[in-house]
């Protein structure tokens, strides 16, 4: 027998998210963001689901490779851009869309020898200073792409810093809508949070809409809402068993560190996960989990391939009972992966992507 943990992607979450989403940008364009081996889901696990999309929006050039393997015909744009001029070579043979965000990028292009003009999307740094070019030097920037042959549509692109936090979008918008106001062009703008809190401004939507981590089933601004809210579904499950039962007595102690110690007789269970299976380390007493349906908690530290977990609440949980870490339990009890992101101080991003190879994973429909 292996190790009984497992990891689920749910095909029908997937499709209920994207609907969602859909609703949200009402007549945009989905660019489904696979990036991250479709957040630690996997590109070939969430292709079924997801190819209602309009395109895919990813880094990788191999992980293009792997979306044009699997068929997909449609868009398919690089939101850093290349790398490398060789990258151009690639972006012609497999008809990638890319992103240009530094002079760089434009001085590659104006070398690169093709006989299909490309499609790129110039990305304004409209005040989250990772990439793009500044609003006062955007201009130039697309009159020097307009110029060249190797181009052919100029899509205009930027990126919000707190579409899920109070400071909002409204600075970035005023700044990228005020520069590129006369621009011929699709935009694209929104990634989740600004899908689900802005969507119903047209100028918010443009013609693409980006979203990623509300596909995957994540509220984008957890914990002021959550999926609940938001109407998502968690994509992912990982789930486990009890592979050993303690009886603790008063004064006893659990895990590395004896970091938890009981103050009355319990009972204990510990499950077949640990951090070398993804599971955040920094997760500890209290965190929640759910044991045969029910909700409990982890008592102690995680470690490598264990941790152990309350079983006051679960009297009748014993070795082999089944243990969801996050996502859905067999009796439909939710734990959302942002539930658990919190406890460890992180994001449901960095839960997901974390995801580790030796886990194995399955396919709902
Ligand atoms: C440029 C860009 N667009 C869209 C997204 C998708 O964002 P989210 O997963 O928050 O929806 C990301 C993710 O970080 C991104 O970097």
Not at 61 to 84: H, K, S, T, Y
Not at 333 to 343: H, Q, S
Request: net charge negative.
């Amino acid at each position: 027998m292996p190790r009984p943990i497992t990891a689920t992607i749910h095909h029908a979450a997937l499709r209920h998210n994207l609907a969602r989403l859909r609703r949200a940008a009402v007549d945009a364009k989905v660019w489904g963001v696979v990036k991250a081996n479709a957040y630690g889901h996997g590109i070939e696990r969430v292709f079924e689901a997801l190819r209602g999309v309009d395109g895919f929006a990813l880094l990788d050039l191999q992980e293009a490779e792997r979306v044009r393997a699997l068929g997909w015909r449609g868009p398919i744009l690089l939101l850093e851009g290349v790398f490398d001029a060789r990258d151009l070579e690639t972006c012609s043979r497999l008809n990638l869309w890319h992103t240009v965000h530094c002079d760089e990028q434009v001085d590659m292009l104006a070398v690169h020898k093709t006989h299909q003009p490309h499609t790129v999307f110039l990305k304004m740094n409209s005040g989250m200073n990772r990439l793009g070019f500044s609003p006062q030097r955007y201009r130039a920037a697309w009159s020097r792409l307009e110029a060249l042959p190797q181009v052919d549509e100029i899509g205009l692109m930027t990126h919000f810093s707190d579409a899920d936090g109070p400071k909002g979008i409204a600075a970035q918008l005023s700044v990228f809508n005020e520069v590129t106001r006369d621009l011929p062009g699709e935009r694209t703008l929104a990634n989740s949070a600004a899908v689900l809190r802005f969507g119903n401004d047209a100028q918010v939507r443009g013609d693409w809409v980006r979203p990623g981590i509300a596909m995957y089933g994540s509220a984008p601004d957890y914990p002021d809402n959550d999926i609940a809210h938001w109407d998502v579904q968690p994509a992912m499950t990982l789930a486990s068993h009890l592979i050993g039962v303690q009886q603790l007595k008063p004064g006893d102690t659990v895990g590395y560190g004896s970091n938890f110690t009981a103050d009355r007789d319990m009972r204990i269970g510990v499950v077949a996960c640990g951090y070398a299976d993804g599971y955040p380390r920094h997760c500890n007493t209290g965190t929640p989990i759910i044991v045969g349906g029910t909700r409990t908690q982890i008592v102690g530290r995680v470690s490598m391939d264990m941790l152990a977990v309350d079983l006051t609440t679960v009297p009748d949980a014993e070795i082999g009972t089944e243990v969801t870490l996050w996502g859905r339990a067999a009796n439909g009890a939710v734990l959302t992966i942002d539930e658990v992101a919190r406890a460890a101080g992180t994001l449901g991003y960095e839960l997901m992507c974390a995801l580790a190879p030796r886990v194995p994973v399955n396919v709902q429909a």
